[in-house]
């Protein structure tokens, strides 16, 4: 598969994987940090909570990278490489708690935005499985999301 011609279709997914691995590896450190310095009357709910997403994350993270292994591509594996790639920025380390859960909730609609568009890179591309495996992690962050909105009483 070394040599393999993408079509432009096939490119733009693989970038569009790529996106979201480093997405992940950023949100990943993001939680972990809001798991270790969350601080206030909900600390035990959030701290318990950010380690299950962070959880999650390395899960679905895995699960991307070895999809586009397995079509060909190249995982991005470095954190300067995550860092250029993502479109979610890291944590500033002084956000209070609710401040944590909002920019949580900020990150999953972003990402779920480019889920969409993945979703659509791969039927274009004739790739289901990809399209099937985004629209899992998809539909994840949409609970996720719900649930945490209804934590801040929105």
């Known amino acids: 598969m070394a040599n393999q011609i993408l079509t432009q279709g096939e490119q733009k997914l693989q970038g569009k994987l790529n996106v979201q691995i480093a997405n992940l590896t950023v949100l990943y450190t993001k939680l972990h940090s809001f798991h270790w310095y969350v601080k206030g009357a909900h600390f035990f709910t959030l701290h318990e909570k950010f380690e299950e997403l962070y959880n999650e994350v390395t899960a679905n993270m895995d699960e991307i990278a070895e999809r586009l292994l ?46 969409r568009q993945g979703m659509e890179a791969a039927v274009e591309a004739e790739d289901e499985g990809t399209a099937d495996l985004f629209l899992g992690i998809l539909t994840s962050l949409d609970k996720h999301r719900w649930m945490l909105n209804a934590y801040l009483g929105k």
């Open 70 to 115: 397995a079509i060909g591509g190249s995982p991005v594996a470095t954190l300067t490489e995550s860092l250029s790639l993502a479109t979610i920025k890291e944590a500033s380390g002084k956000e209070s708690a609710e401040e944590m859960v909002s920019a949580v909730i900020a990150d999953f609609e972003t990402i779920s935005e480019e889920l």
